[in-house]
C-alpha cells in the first residue's frame, strides 16, 4: 500500500497547476470553514461570558422557581455553614442579592425595571458591573450597600432623560404587598456589552433593598464564579449537597439560560451545514480532477493490471491520489488559518462600525476568533470524508478498466 | 515441457454486424527454454495470439494452458493473478510506470507478489545489470532514450523469474541498431538464464535471431521452422 500511496503522491504532481488549482480550492474551503468556525467560537464565548458577566454568574443558589417568578416570599436566610462551605472551596467567589423587578420613575418618564441589590464588593469579584461602570468625577461604583444610591445603564438614563447626581423614585411591592417608593440618587452609568440587559437592569445596595422591602437580612439568591467554566458542572453538584434549607437549589449557567445554549449549538450546528454545502462543491472539483488525470492515464493503468495489478489495488491508488490533495489542502488550509486567526486572536476584529448590532447579540464590539482542537478534529473527517466520497466513482472506472482496451488506446 | 499450449484457438470480433476472423484455429506450443518468434505481416493475428496467450483477451473457441493453467474458466483477479507469477510483458511502446525510477518499476512487480524490501531491491539491481543498465537505475523513464526504456521493460518482465516472457514487436519502436543489440540481449538472457521468450515480429532481423518460427498469416499457422543454436 506504501508504494501505491507513494504513486498517487507522485501522479499528483505530474500535472502541477491542476493539482494546485484543487489544492487552493480544498485549501480556500478549510481556511473559510476554520475562520468562520474560530468567528462563531469567538462570538459565542464572547456572548455567554458578558452573559455570565452581567448578570447570571456560573451557579446560582435560589429557591426552585425564582427564575420564573421573581417574588420576596422566594427569598432565604443564608445558612453560616453553606456560606463557610462556599468560602471554603479555592478560587470560588460568591455574593448575595436581592432581585426582584419594580419601576423607576424621572420626571419625565417611568421604565419597568429589575432592580439588583448588590453587596458592592463581594459583587466585584462574581461580575464585571464594577468594569462596566464610568468612573469620573460625576460617575461612580457603588460604595455602601445601605446608602439610597443607584447605578442605572448609560441607554436607561437617556430614555429618562437623567443624569448621575439626579434623583428618581424606585418603587416595588414590599414584603407586606404593599407598593413602596424611595427616592435614590444616582451614583453612576454603566454600559454592559449586552443591550438587553442595560435597558432592563438597575443595581442598589442590598442592605437598602432589603429595607424598603422589609426583608431583613433574607437574600434571594447567592451568585457564584468558579475558578473555571469548565468546573461549573461539577461544583455545581458539590454545592447542592453544602445547601440545607428545603426547596433551595443550586443551577448552573447553562440551566438558567437554556436559550443561550440552544443558540450556541444552534450556530454550531449552522456552520456544519455552511460546511456540508462548500464541501459539495470541492467533492465535485475533485472527482472532476481525478477523472481527467485517469483519462489522461488510461494506457498506464491498462499496462499496470497488464502485469498484475489487481483492480483493487488500482482502486487504491486512485483512492490515495485523491486523499493526497485533501490532506496537501488540509494542511495548507490549517496553516493559513493559523496565520490569520492566531494574530486576530490576540488583537481581535474591531466591529465598533456596527456596534448597535453587536450589543444587540450580546458578543461585545471586538471579536476574539477561538480555535479549537475540536475544530481541527471535525476539519479532519470532513477532508478524508470528502475526498474518499469523491474518489469513489474514479476509482471504480480505474479499478474497472480493461488491459487490452488500455493498451489499444492511443 | 510446454510452457504454452494453445489448442484450436478461434478469435472473431463482431463490428458492425460483420464477423471478422483474427485467428482461425491456432494450434501453438511452446516449450520451457525456447526463443520462439511469431512472425507475420500486420493483421495476421500475432497480437491476438500475444494477448489470448498472455489472459488479457479469451479467446472465442479453443483452450490456452500457461504453465499447465487453463485459463479459460478464470475470472480478471485470477487472469491478473497469472499475469503476475507466470508472464512477463514487454510491450512495443515500453509501457514503464512513468512515476517511478527505472529500479522501482523492476521492482514494482515483486512488490505485487509480496516479496521483501531487501530481495526486491537486490534482485532488481541484479537484473537491471543483466541488461547493461546497473549506471540508469534511479532515472525515471522520461531520462532514458528509447533502448534504454525497453531494456528496463525486459528487466521487469524477467525479474520475477516468470515461466515465459512475452513479448509483442519488441523492436518496433526502435532503430536497427538498437533493436539489433536489445535482440541479442534477449537471446543472451535466454541462453545464460534459460527464460523462455515468446515474440511478435515483422522485423527480418529478429527474425534472423528467433530459434523458432511460427509464420502466421490471415490467423492461420502457415509455416513453423526451427534452427539450431547460432
Same mark, same amino acid.
Given at each position: 500500500?506504501?508504494?501505491?500511496?507513494?504513486?498517487?503522491? *507522485?501522479?499528483?504532481?505530474?500535472?502541477? =497547476? *491542476?493539482?494546485?488549482?484543487?489544492?487552493?480550492?480544498?485549501?480556500?474551503?478549510?481556511?473559510?470553514?476554520?475562520?468562520?468556525?474560530?468567528?462563531?467560537?469567538?462570538?459565542?464565548?464572547?456572548?455567554?461570558?458578558?452573559?455570565?458577566?452581567?448578570?447570571?454568574? /456560573?451557579?446560582?443558589? /435560589?429557591?426552585?422557581?425564582?427564575?420564573?417568578?421573581?417574588?420576596?416570599?422566594?427569598?432565604?436566610?443564608?445558612?453560616?455553614?453553606?456560606?463557610?462551605r462556599l468560602e471554603s472551596i479555592q478560587g470560588l467567589a460568591f455574593a448575595p442579592r436581592v432581585k426582584m423587578e419594580?419601576?423607576?420613575?424621572?420626571?419625565? $418618564?417611568? =421604565?419597568?425595571?429589575?432592580?439588583?441589590?448588590?453587596?458592592?464588593? *463581594?459583587?466585584?469579584?462574581?461580575?464585571?458591573?464594577?468594569?462596566?461602570?464610568?468612573?469620573?468625577?460625576?460617575?461612580?461604583?457603588?460604595?455602601?450597600?445601605? =446608602? /439610597?444610591?443607584?447605578?442605572?445603564?448609560?441607554?436607561? $438614563?437617556?430614555?429618562?432623560?437623567?443624569?448621575?447626581?439626579?434623583?428618581?423614585?424606585?418603587?416595588?411591592k414590599g414584603h407586606d404587598k404593599e407598593i413602596v417608593g424611595m427616592a435614590f440618587r444616582i451614583k453612576g452609568l454603566f454600559q454592559s456589552p449586552l443591550d438587553s440587559f442595560d435597558k432592563f437592569v438597575v443595581f442598589t445596595g442590598i442592605t437598602a433593598l432589603q429595607e424598603i422591602v422589609g426583608i431583613k437580612d433574607r437574600i434571594s439568591e447567592i451568585v457564584i464564579r468558579t475558578p473555571h467554566r469548565d468546573l461549573v458542572d461539577e461544583?455545581?453538584? *458539590?454545592?447542592?449537597?453544602?445547601?440545607?434549607?428545603?426547596?433551595?437549589?443550586?443551577?448552573?449557567?447553562?440551566?438558567?439560560?437554556?436559550?443561550?445554549?440552544k443558540a450556541v449549538i444552534l450556530f454550531d450546528n449552522m456552520m456544519y451545514i455552511f460546511f456540508a454545502i462548500i464541501f459539495t462543491t470541492v467533492v465535485f472539483s475533485i472527482a472532476n480532477t481525478l477523472i481527467m488525470a485517469i483519462m489522461e492515464r488510461f494506457r498506464e493503468i491498462g499496462?499496470?493490471?497488464?502485469?498484475?495489478?489487481?483492480?483493487?489495488?488500482?482502486?487504491?491508488?486512485?483512492?490515495f491520489e485523491s486523499i493526497n490533495l485533501g490532506i496537501a489542502?488540509?494542511?495548507?488550509?490549517?496553516?493559513?488559518?493559523?496565520?490569520?486567526?492566531?494574530?486576530?486572536s490576540f488583537s481581535g476584529i474591531d466591529f465598533s462600525f456596527y456596534a448597535e448590532s453587536m450589543r444587540d447579540w450580546g458578543t461585545g464590539n471586538v471579536i476574539y476568533p477561538v480555535m479549537k482542537t475540536r475544530d481541527l478534529i471535525v476539519c479532519g473527517i470532513i477532508v478524508l470524508t470528502t475526498t474518499i466520497a469523491a474518489a469513489i466513482y474514479p476509482a471504480i472506472k480505474a479499478a474497472r478498466i480493461k488491459p487490452l482496451d488500455a493498451l489499444h488506446h492511443v | 515441457m510446454n510452457i504454452i499450449e494453445a489448442d484450436k484457438i478461434k478469435k472473431t470480433y463482431e463490428s458492425n454486424g460483420l464477423s471478422v476472423t483474427a485467428l482461425g484455429g491456432v494450434d501453438v506450443a511452446v516449450k520451457k527454454g525456447e526463443f520462439t518468434a511469431l512472425a507475420g505481416p500486420s493483421g495476421s493475428g500475432k497480437t491476438t495470439l500475444l494477448n489470448i496467450i498472455g489472459g488479457l483477451d479469451a479467446p472465442t473457441?479453443?483452450?490456452? %494452458?500457461?504453465?499447465?493453467?487453463?485459463?479459460?474458466?478464470? %475470472?480478471? %483477479?485470477?487472469?491478473?493473478?497469472?499475469?503476475?507469477? %507466470?508472464?512477463?510483458?514487454?510491450?512495443?511502446?515500453?509501457?514503464?510506470?512513468?512515476?517511478?525510477?527505472?529500479?522501482?518499476?523492476?521492482?514494482?512487480?515483486?512488490?505485487? #507478489?509480496?516479496?521483501?524490501k531487501k530481495e526486491r531491491r537486490d534482485r532488481s539491481v541484479n537484473?537491471?545489470?543483466?541488461?547493461?543498465?546497473?549506471?540508469?537505475?534511479?532515472?525515471?523513464?522520461?531520462?532514458?532514450?528509447?533502448?534504454? #526504456?525497453q531494456r528496463v521493460a525486459v528487466a521487469r518482465a524477467i525479474v520475477s523469474e516468470p515461466a515465459i516472457v512475452l513479448a509483442d514487436e519488441p523492436t518496433a519502436n526502435l532503430d536497427q541498431k538498437t533493436g539489433a543489440k536489445l535482440c541479442d540481449m534477449m537471446r543472451d538472457l535466454n541462453e545464460q538464464k534459460h527464460i523462455t521468450f515468446l515474440f511478435s515480429t515483422h522485423d527480418s532481423m529478429v527474425m534472423e535471431r528467433a530459434r523458432r518460427l511460427i509464420h502466421l498469416i490471415d490467423g492461420k499457422v502457415v509455416k513453423e521452422e526451427s534452427k539450431g543454436k547460432k
Open positions: 500500500m506504501k508504494t501505491f500511496f507513494m504513486i498517487g503522491w *507522485r501522479n499528483l504532481w505530474r500535472n502541477k =497547476r *491542476r493539482s494546485l488549482v484543487v489544492i487552493s480550492s480544498v485549501a480556500l474551503g478549510i481556511f473559510a470553514m476554520l475562520f468562520s468556525m474560530g468567528f462563531m467560537n469567538g462570538m459565542n464565548r464572547q456572548m455567554v461570558e458578558n452573559t455570565i458577566s452581567t448578570s447570571l454568574g /456560573h451557579v446560582s443558589i /435560589h429557591y426552585k422557581g425564582f427564575l420564573d417568578d421573581m417574588k420576596l416570599e422566594k427569598s432565604f436566610v443564608p445558612s453560616t455553614s453553606l456560606l463557610d419594580g419601576m423607576i420613575r424621572s420626571s419625565e $418618564a417611568s =421604565r419597568g425595571v429589575m432592580i439588583i441589590g448588590i453587596d458592592p464588593e *463581594r459583587e466585584k469579584s462574581v461580575t464585571k458591573i464594577f468594569d462596566y461602570t464610568k468612573k469620573n468625577e460625576k460617575s461612580a461604583y457603588l460604595s455602601d450597600p445601605g =446608602r /439610597h444610591d443607584i447605578l442605572i445603564s448609560q441607554t436607561l $438614563a437617556e430614555k429618562l432623560d437623567l443624569l448621575t447626581g439626579d434623583k428618581l423614585v424606585l418603587m416595588v461544583i455545581a453538584v *458539590r454545592i447542592k449537597t453544602f445547601i440545607k434549607t428545603p426547596g433551595v437549589t443550586a443551577m448552573t449557567w447553562k440551566e438558567m439560560a437554556p436559550g443561550l445554549m499496462v499496470m493490471k497488464s502485469i498484475g495489478t489487481r483492480p483493487s489495488w488500482i482502486g487504491a491508488m486512485v483512492m489542502g488540509m494542511i495548507a488550509g490549517i496553516l493559513m488559518t493559523m496565520i490569520v486567526v492566531i494574530p486576530l | 473457441s479453443g483452450s490456452i %494452458k500457461v504453465d499447465n493453467v487453463d485459463l479459460a474458466p478464470l %475470472k480478471a %483477479k485470477a487472469l491478473a493473478e497469472i499475469r503476475l507469477t %507466470k508472464i512477463g510483458f514487454v510491450f512495443q511502446a515500453y509501457n514503464l510506470i512513468p512515476v517511478l525510477t527505472a529500479i522501482e518499476n523492476v521492482e514494482y512487480v515483486l512488490l505485487l #507478489q509480496g516479496v521483501g537484473v537491471l545489470e543483466q541488461v547493461g543498465l546497473s549506471d540508469q537505475v534511479n532515472r525515471r523513464p522520461h531520462e532514458l532514450s528509447g533502448g534504454q #526504456q
